[in-house]
């Protein structure tokens, strides 16, 4: 059985702030101090969870922690990040509720590492499937993409979010992903152009210059050495932890895993090799005849390559940086730059050439990982976006950021309060108002429409006139001097006229977090964020695919003289968006925070601490918290936790839990001002309450623990004395049964030894009579043989002499005669089977002799009587064959082994000499492939040879043509060598109608056989002449009118082992054998 645990067991500190006591900043900090040096960088406040980075990795995110907090209440376990993405997850997809997680806190705390772990455990814990692993797959590998292009080494994280992200994860009715939608904020691009000492520009110019191919580069017009270009910042190049050319091999991958094309990979890179070489771009002074400097560009090669990479005009362009033209109505006006306003210029396109880079990144990523199904969808947003910042030098980007953050603020406030007055009219408890800071009048000093900084800063912006930094901050001097939470130098209070922390060209703002001094320098013209109208009509010109979507604004037919937005409206109206999406869902809070500036392990700083606590509010947020009642807790959880402390709970309660919490605190005695009984949950005012009955559980359990020792230790002594008693009744039943074996057996051997002296001694005894009475039978029988012989002696002895030699020769012969015949027996039936006994006795001979020419005789007979008709036609033709060639042709040894097969070519069945056999009128009797030797050069042709009882027939091999049919009448004679070749001459009868062409001079593998059954058709044919076989190593052959010598010899022919025929003369073809 799974035994669960609670927050409470085994804490380190407190868990849940909400349960802290006392509650005061000291002792917060205190209690983060205390669980992060133990490794627990995660703690509760209520629903929030407080993150600490612990700059190092620690196993606490393995697959095994993924299950154990799945499908788990969120107080049932130790404090995780798991815990809120699961308890998120599970409202969404068990109660239809849409969800969003807000990750604040300040550079280095660990936002985008906190989202990161929110998305793989949603991606771990949903559903699984080839298209869902296909969505969560494509929205986790959106994150290295907009890190290269959106994150930045910094003075407080080497990988820090300079914008703000907002992903809306959509899912099924089942709870699996269907796609997101990821939304922008702020992107901070001034870093294009500049960045602060110690800290680097974004990480994808770094990684393309260092991941890179050679072949790549040299496409880009890039080269490695970041000295090279005046963007990067060289101090902070090299980054420790950072391998910039892997993480370039990664972004790549995502990219490719999100869907983009590669063309669009390449078209993206060469963008962000333009910006580069932007930077490089440097202006001259030139003078005009009016006295006035115009720019130019001092070095055009960088500026070449720039126009080559984005498709542009180098003339174009050139003339944008140096001339700006002025539109009003219907007037245009070009005037001169000077290098100042060149340089501007530059940055200015830099800027918003990567700004709107991203911002196409970000849709063409949201194209890929949007959800394909039109109907409804559960949402889980995602938001991480900067802390508040208060820097030693704070600008336009750290007002924007700090409002923000001032509005996030607002809605936490708003959102718990909700959350905490629902639970209590769900539980029907009286709610009391509490008090708190409300921070909406901050809120109000910024974005109010009328009197608000943003409006006044955009009012200054678009006025006619000189504008600057000075006469915007004069107009909030004048507007915002009585504001409580706005100071000046300048707004005439006598407050701040001495107060020399408080320069006169800045203003402070009291956030919630604390006050923050702003420095108006560069306000109007960041909020101006102007890009000259010449310079995006240049663009607009470019062939790059990516130029015109990126510049709408320079298409010379829709030219648009209202001004654009400027910056500040623009995050005004997205924040605005946002903070309406945030309310339509159930918020879930990670509040991050950084322990130390080194970032380094196992360092806790806690000034940096309690500065972050501060600006977060999370003592207001725990007061907030607590202002009515600090813990609650379902019946059955509480009963279940302290029954033990009530003899009438323990260890089972029969009846409804909350009868059985309300015996439990009435038996405890705790005072009923301390908690109240909701519908479904006991809430619980103080935490002393709540600890004592901690301490009474403890001090219960180690008395249980006590008692489950003592018992067990009872238990086991008796098991283990039993056993022991069981041990010794076996072991006793063991022994005596073994020296009742011994016992038995020693007996049962004793007996076996007297029974058998017994039974010998019986034994003996009749063997002696036995013996006795054999030997008296014999004696009777030797007395009574004597007795007959001697009265046969003497009835007989008269005819005993006259008889007696000859039977005894008699006698003798037949036994000599018999034991002959008896050996004979031995001797094999194999007709091959030379042996036969020697004769024992010389007047055996002939005898002898006779007997073995009759034995083989016999048995010769019995063995041809086996044969069949077909078997003994064989053999009579190897007999023939015999008495043709044996001692008189080399070849014929080679034979005696080989069967007579007749038919070689399958005539009858082979297809392709179907016509041929069909043109047989008689069966044939051998069917072969021959060489006919042509006497012109002594080479063979391929003839087929059949023949048949009456002819023989020569043949095309490949057509099956009959080249020659000769009947056997007419031939005279065969002529053979003596050698082991396969020449044979046939000799037609002079004056035959064959003997026209001559005689045939012919080669074969098989001359044995032919030459037998020619010879064997003759012998047994009655009307023609027995054919004559010469067999000599030279004879004559009739070719036509000629005749020709054919002569072998003996020799190594030259084509191998098999003999060859050449022709010497007209008159002569020598045959060359192979020596033996």
Same mark, same amino acid.
């Given at each position: 059985?799974?035994?669960?645990?609670?927050?409470?067991?085994?804490?380190?500190?407190?868990?849940?702030?909400?349960?802290l006591?006392?509650?005061?900043?000291?002792?917060?900090?205190m209690?983060?101090?205390?669980?992060?040096?133990?490794?627990?960088?995660?703690?509760?406040?209520?629903?929030?969870?407080?993150?600490m980075?612990?700059?190092?990795?620690l196993?606490?995110?393995?697959?095994?922690?993924?299950?154990?907090?799945?499908?788990?209440?969120?107080?049932?376990?130790?404090?995780?990040?798991?815990?809120?993405?699961?308890?998120?997850?599970?409202?969404?997809?068990?109660?239809?509720k849409?969800?969003?997680?807000?990750?604040?806190?300040?550079s280095?705390?660990?936002?985008?590492?906190?989202?990161?772990?929110?998305m793989?455990?949603?991606?771990?814990?949903?559903?699984?499937?080839?298209?869902?692993?296909?969505?969560?797959?494509?929205?986790?590998?959106?994150?290295?993409?907009?890190?290269?292009?959106?994150?930045?080494?910094?003075?407080r994280?080497?990988?820090?979010?300079?914008?703000?992200?907002?992903?809306?994860i959509?899912?099924?009715f089942k709870?699996?992903?269907?796609?997101?939608?990821i939304?922008?904020?702020?992107?901070?691009?001034?870093?294009?152009?500049?960045?602060?000492?110690?800290?680097?520009?974004?990480?994808?110019?770094?990684?393309?210059?260092?991941?890179a191919?050679?072949?790549?580069?040299?496409?880009?017009?890039?080269?490695r050495?970041?000295?090279?270009?005046?963007?990067?910042?060289?101090?902070?190049?090299?980054?420790?932890?950072?391998?910039?050319?892997?993480?370039?091999?990664?972004?790549?991958n995502?990219?490719?895993i999100?869907?983009?094309?590669?063309?669009e990979?390449?078209?993206?890179?060469?963008?962000?090799?333009?910006?580069?070489?932007l930077?490089?771009?440097?202006?001259?002074?030139?003078?005009?005849?009016?006295?006035?400097?115009?720019?130019?560009?001092?070095?055009?090669?960088?500026?070449?390559?720039?126009?080559?990479?984005?498709?542009?005009?180098?003339?174009?362009?050139e003339r944008?940086?140096?001339?700006?033209?002025?539109?009003?109505?219907?007037?245009?006006?070009s005037?001169?730059l000077?290098?100042?306003?060149?340089?501007?210029?530059?940055?200015?396109?830099?800027?918003?050439?990567?700004?709107?880079?991203?911002?196409w990144?970000?849709?063409?990523?949201?194209?890929?990982i949007?959800?394909?199904?039109?109907?409804?969808?559960?949402?889980?947003?995602?938001?991480?976006?900067?802390?508040?910042?208060?820097?030693e030098?704070?600008?336009?980007?750290?007002?924007?950021?700090?409002?923000?953050?001032?509005?996030?603020?607002?809605?936490?406030?708003?959102l718990?309060?909700?959350?905490?007055?629902?639970?209590?009219?769900?539980?029907?408890?009286?709610?009391?108002?509490i008090?708190?800071?409300?921070?909406?009048?901050?809120?109000?000093?910024?974005?109010?429409?009328?009197?608000?900084?943003l409006?006044?800063?955009?009012?200054?912006?678009l006025?006619?006139?000189?504008?600057?930094?000075?006469?915007?901050?004069?107009?909030?001097?004048?507007?915002?001097?009585?504001?409580?939470?706005?100071?000046?130098?300048l707004?005439?209070?006598?407050?701040?006229?001495?107060?020399?922390?408080?320069?006169?060209?800045?203003?402070?703002?009291?956030?919630?977090?604390?006050?923050v001094?702003?420095?108006?320098?560069?306000?109007?013209?960041?909020?101006?964020?102007?890009l000259?109208?010449?310079?995006?009509?240049?663009?607009?010109k470019?062939?790059?695919?990516?130029m015109?979507?990126?510049?709408?604004?320079g298409?010379?037919?829709?030219?648009?003289?209202?001004?654009?937005?400027?910056?500040?409206?623009?995050?005004?109206?997205?924040?605005?968006?946002?903070?309406?999406?945030?309310?339509?869902?159930?918020?879930?809070?990670?509040?991050?925070?950084?322990?130390?500036?080194?970032?380094?392990?196992?360092?806790?700083?806690d000034?940096l601490?309690?500065?972050?606590?501060?600006?977060?509010?999370?003592?207001?947020?725990?007061?907030?918290r607590?202002?009515?009642?600090?813990?609650?807790?379902?019946?059955?959880s509480?009963?279940?936790?302290?029954?033990?402390?009530?003899?009438?709970?323990?260890?089972?309660?029969?009846?409804?839990?909350?009868?059985?919490?309300?015996?439990?605190?009435?038996?405890?005695?705790?005072?009923?001002?301390?908690?109240?009984?909701?519908?479904?949950?006991?809430?619980?005012?103080?935490?002393?309450?709540?600890?004592?009955?901690?301490?009474?559980?403890?001090?219960?359990?180690?008395?249980?623990?006590t008692?489950?020792?003592?018992?067990?230790r009872?238990?086991k002594?008796?098991?283990?004395?039993?056993?022991?008693?069981?041990?010794?009744v076996? &072991?006793?039943?063991? *022994? !005596?049964?073994?020296?009742?074996? @011994?016992?038995?057996? $020693? +007996?049962?051997?004793? /007996?076996?030894?007297?029974?058998?002296?017994?039974?010998?001694?019986?034994a003996?005894?009749?063997?002696?009579?036995?013996?006795?009475?054999?030997?008296?039978?014999?004696?009777?029988t030797?007395?009574?043989?004597?007795?007959?012989?001697?009265? &046969?002696?003497?009835? *007989? !002895?008269?005819?005993?002499?006259? @008889?007696?030699?000859? $039977? +005894?020769?008699?006698? /003798?012969?037949?036994?000599?005669?018999?034991?002959?015949f008896?050996?004979?027996?031995?001797?094999?039936?194999?007709?091959?089977?030379?042996?036969?006994?020697?004769?024992?006795?010389?007047?055996?001979?002939?005898?002898?002799?006779?007997?073995?020419?009759?034995?083989?005789?016999?048995?010769?007979?019995?063995?041809?009587?086996?044969?069949?008709?077909?078997?003994?036609?064989?053999?009579?033709?190897?007999?023939?064959?015999?008495?043709?060639?044996?001692?008189?042709?080399?070849?014929?040894?080679?034979?005696?082994?080989?069967?007579f097969?007749?038919?070689?070519?399958?005539?009858?069945k082979?297809p392709?000499?179907?016509?041929?056999?069909?043109?047989?009128?008689?069966?044939?009797?051998?069917?072969?492939?021959?060489?006919?030797?042509?006497?012109?050069?002594?080479?063979?042709?391929?003839?087929?040879?059949?023949?048949?009882?009456?002819?023989?027939?020569?043949?095309?091999?490949?057509?099956?043509?009959v080249?020659?049919?000769?009947?056997?009448?007419?031939?005279?004679?065969?002529?053979?060598?003596?050698?082991?070749?396969?020449?044979f001459a046939?000799?037609?009868k002079?004056?035959?109608?064959?003997?026209s062409?001559?005689?045939?001079?012919l080669?074969?593998?098989?001359?044995?056989?032919?030459?037998?059954?020619?010879?064997?058709?003759?012998?047994?044919?009655?009307?023609r002449?027995?054919?004559?076989?010469d067999?000599?190593?030279?004879?004559?052959?009739?070719?036509?009118?000629?005749?020709?010598?054919v002569?072998?010899?003996?020799?190594?022919?030259?084509?191998?082992?098999s003999?060859?025929?050449?022709?010497k003369?007209?008159?002569?073809?020598?045959?060359?054998?192979?020596?033996p």
């Open positions: 059985m799974e035994v669960k645990t609670s927050l409470l067991d085994n804490m380190i500190g407190v868990g849940d702030m909400v349960l006591e006392p509650l005061n900043e000291d002792s917060f900090i209690n983060l101090r205390n669980r992060f040096d133990h490794n627990e960088i995660y703690t509760y406040i209520g629903s929030v969870v407080i993150s980075n612990p700059y190092r990795s196993p606490i995110y393995t697959p095994q922690k993924v299950e154990e907090y799945r499908n788990r209440n969120f107080y049932e376990l130790s404090p995780h990040i798991y815990a809120l993405a699961d308890e998120a997850y599970r409202s969404l997809r068990d109660q239809d849409d969800q969003c997680i807000l990750i604040t806190g300040e280095g705390a660990g936002k985008t590492e906190a989202s990161k772990l929110v793989s455990y949603v991606a771990a814990v949903c559903g699984k499937g080839q298209e869902v692993n296909k969505v969560k797959e494509q929205l986790l590998q959106s994150n290295p993409v907009l890190e290269a292009f959106g994150n930045a080494k910094t003075m994280n080497d990988n820090s979010s300079r914008f703000g992200k907002y992903m809306d959509e899912f099924d709870g699996d992903p269907l796609g997101g939608v939304s922008n904020y702020l992107l901070e691009k001034s870093r294009v152009c500049k960045q602060p000492r110690g800290e680097r520009n974004f990480h994808i110019f770094y990684q393309l210059l260092s991941g191919s050679d072949d790549t580069l040299m496409k880009l017009k890039l080269d050495d970041f000295s090279k270009y005046n963007y990067l910042s060289l101090d902070s190049a090299n980054v420790n932890g950072l391998d910039d050319a892997a993480s370039f091999r990664t972004v790549r995502a990219m490719q999100v869907g983009f094309m590669e063309a990979v390449q078209s993206v890179l060469e963008l962000v090799a333009a910006v580069l070489k930077g490089n771009i440097e202006f001259k002074p030139e003078s005009r005849v009016n006295g006035f400097d115009e720019s130019r560009v001092k070095d055009k090669n960088d500026l070449k390559e720039m126009c080559e990479l984005l498709g542009i005009e180098q003339s174009v362009l944008a940086f140096s001339y700006r033209t002025v539109e009003a109505k219907m007037e245009k006006m005037t001169t000077n290098v100042a306003q060149a340089y501007y210029a530059r940055d200015a396109l830099a800027k918003n050439l990567y700004s709107r880079l991203f911002s990144l970000v849709t063409r990523i949201n194209e890929s949007k959800a394909q199904a039109k109907t409804r969808h559960k949402v889980m947003g995602v938001l991480d976006i900067y802390g508040f910042e208060i820097f030098d704070n600008s336009f980007e750290q007002f924007i950021i700090n409002y923000c953050n001032e509005k996030l603020q607002q809605i936490f406030i708003e718990t309060l909700r959350e905490e007055q629902e639970e209590y009219i769900r539980e029907d408890i009286e709610w009391t108002n008090e708190y800071f409300n921070n909406a009048v901050i809120c109000d000093l910024i974005e109010n429409n009328q009197n608000g900084i409006a006044m800063l955009d009012e200054e912006c006025r006619p006139g000189t504008v600057t930094d000075d006469t915007f901050l004069d107009k909030l001097n004048t507007i915002c001097a009585e504001h409580q939470h706005f100071e000046s130098r707004n005439k209070n006598s407050k701040f006229l001495t107060d020399h922390s408080l320069p006169h060209s800045c203003f402070r703002i009291q956030h919630y977090a604390g006050k001094l702003y420095r108006v320098e560069g306000f109007v013209d960041k909020n101006n964020d102007l000259y109208r010449d310079l995006s009509q240049a663009m607009y470019a062939t790059h695919s990516l015109r979507q990126l510049f709408p604004e298409n010379p037919a829709k030219v648009n003289l209202k001004r654009p937005p400027t910056a500040g409206f623009q995050f005004k109206a997205s924040v605005g968006v946002l903070m309406k999406n945030l309310q339509t869902k159930n918020p879930n809070y990670i509040r991050c925070i950084k322990p130390n500036d080194k970032k380094v392990a196992h360092i806790f700083t000034s601490v309690c500065h972050q606590v501060r600006y977060l509010g999370l003592v207001e947020n725990v007061r907030v607590r202002a009515g009642y600090a813990f609650r807790q379902p019946y059955e509480c009963l279940e936790r302290y029954k033990m402390l009530c003899k009438k709970t323990w260890p089972h309660w029969r009846g409804p839990a909350r009868d059985g919490v309300e015996v439990l605190l009435t038996d405890c005695s705790v005072p009923t001002e301390e908690f109240a009984y909701g519908r479904s949950k006991i809430f619980i005012r103080n935490p002393r309450t709540l600890f004592t009955l901690e301490e009474r559980r403890r001090a219960c359990l180690e008395d249980l623990a008692l489950i020792q003592k018992i067990y009872g238990w002594s008796r098991t283990h004395f039993l056993l022991l008693k069981k041990s010794q076996v &072991v006793a039943a063991w *022994y !005596r049964r073994y020296a009742q074996q @011994n016992k038995y057996q $020693k +007996i049962k051997s004793a /007996t076996l030894v007297m029974q058998s002296f017994i039974r010998g001694w019986k003996r005894n009749i063997l002696r009579q036995l013996k006795y009475e054999k030997r008296c039978k014999e004696a009777v030797t007395i009574a043989a004597y007795w007959h012989g001697t009265q &046969v002696r003497r009835e *007989y !002895r008269k005819f005993f002499r006259a @008889n007696a030699g000859k $039977k +005894i020769y008699d006698f /003798t012969i037949q036994r000599i005669m018999q034991k002959y008896l050996g004979l027996k031995t001797t094999t039936m194999s007709p091959m089977d030379n042996s036969w006994p020697a004769k024992p006795y010389g007047f055996l001979e002939g005898a002898h002799t006779q007997l073995r020419r009759i034995f083989h005789l016999w048995r010769c007979k019995k063995y041809r009587g086996q044969f069949t008709e077909e078997k003994k036609a064989v053999y009579e033709e190897k007999l023939e064959a015999s008495e043709i060639f044996k001692d008189k042709k080399a070849l014929y040894p080679s034979s005696v082994s080989q069967p097969k007749g038919d070689y070519l399958e005539i009858q082979n392709k000499y179907q016509k041929l056999n069909s043109a047989m009128e008689e069966k044939v009797l051998l069917a072969d492939l021959v060489n006919k030797i042509n006497r012109a050069n002594g080479k063979g042709s391929p003839r087929l040879f059949l023949l048949t009882k009456s002819n023989f027939v020569l043949a095309d091999q490949k057509t099956g043509q080249k020659a049919s000769v009947p056997l009448p007419d031939l005279a004679s065969v002529s053979v060598s003596t050698q082991s070749d396969g020449f046939l000799k037609l002079e004056g035959s109608a064959s003997a062409k001559g005689d045939f001079l080669s074969s593998e098989h001359l044995i056989e032919i030459i037998t059954k020619l010879h064997r058709i003759g012998t047994t044919a009655a009307d002449d027995q054919i004559n076989i067999i000599s190593d030279e004879f004559l052959v009739q070719f036509k009118q000629d005749k020709v010598c002569k072998f010899i003996q020799g190594g022919p030259k084509n191998g082992n003999a060859a025929c050449k022709r003369n007209n008159r002569l073809l020598e045959v060359s054998v192979p020596s």
